[in-house]
């Protein structure tokens, strides 16, 4: 499968110039999922900054719809448990797939634009933040999220994105408590990173794992890495914590 921004297929891919973007990038994200089902690949639309979310629903709301793609369920999107609305959000998705008579891909991350999100919210003024500050409220967003996309195995497939132990004990909890097979759900993994993680999960059948990994130049995916590297970087990261202990890792039951 491939996942794309939509602010790399239109230069001004902001809420304030919806009227020259749109349509743009309507037309080039269906014709990539028009490609993408050709190829029986898949496709998810990353996700972005909280400013344009609205804007990609529609996009990719229309785009679902479209009479070419209703025979295909490659399509798929990304959500960012650490917005405050994650789980409205997911509602939302749901909504939109039953409504398009289609499963949808899911993709649950935690998010990657903290950092920019705080800052414009305090350039701005903004009374809150529109993503949560603390680590802990991130983490139960994430389940939050996780048991609502396990339970709408008719309208979406979800796809788990972490390298957190705790956070992937809790979502096999979760999917055995409402019967989801292994064939219902996956894990995603950055290469590079949370492979011992991954590969209990696959070599003891409790899920199945894909390695996400970015494509292009040295000056594209610089800034990409680094944000990589700040997330798990940290002494208190569990990838820290496993690379450098050696400690065996065992999925408990």
Request: glycine share 6%; hydrophobic share 45%.
């Amino acid at each position: 499968g491939i996942s794309v921004k939509l602010s790399a297929l239109h230069p001004r891919y902001t809420p304030l110039q919806e009227s020259v973007c749109r349509a743009a990038v309507t037309e080039r994200l269906l014709a990539l999922a028009q490609e993408a089902k050709r190829y029986n690949l898949t496709l998810t639309v990353d996700a972005e900054e909280t400013e344009r979310l609205t804007l990609s629903l529609q996009i990719i709301a229309d785009v679902s719809a479209h009479e070419t793609l209703q025979d295909w369920d490659g399509l798929g999107l990304a959500v960012q448990a650490y917005q405050k609305y994650a789980p409205e959000l997911v509602d939302h998705v749901i909504e939109m797939a039953r409504a398009a008579r289609r499963v949808l891909r899911v993709r649950l991350v935690k998010g990657a634009y903290w950092d920019s999100e705080v800052k414009r919210a305090q350039t701005l003024g903004f009374a809150d933040y529109p993503v949560w500050t603390r680590k802990v409220n991130t983490d139960l967003s994430y389940l939050v999220c996780a048991e609502k996309l396990l339970a709408a195995g008719d309208a979406v497939y979800p796809m788990f994105a972490t390298h957190n132990a705790h956070t992937v004990a809790a979502v096999l909890d979760l999917a055995a408590g409402l019967r989801r097979a292994y064939s219902e759900f996956e894990f995603q993994r950055l290469h590079g990173m949370g492979a011992a993680l991954h590969d209990v999960l696959v070599r003891e059948g409790r899920a199945q794992s894909t390695i996400y990994a970015p494509v292009g130049t040295y000056e594209d995916l610089l800034a990409y890495l680094v944000r990589r590297l700040i997330e798990n970087g940290a002494n208190s990261s569990f990838v820290h914590q496993i690379a450098q202990s050696g400690a065996a890792v065992h999925i408990a039951d």
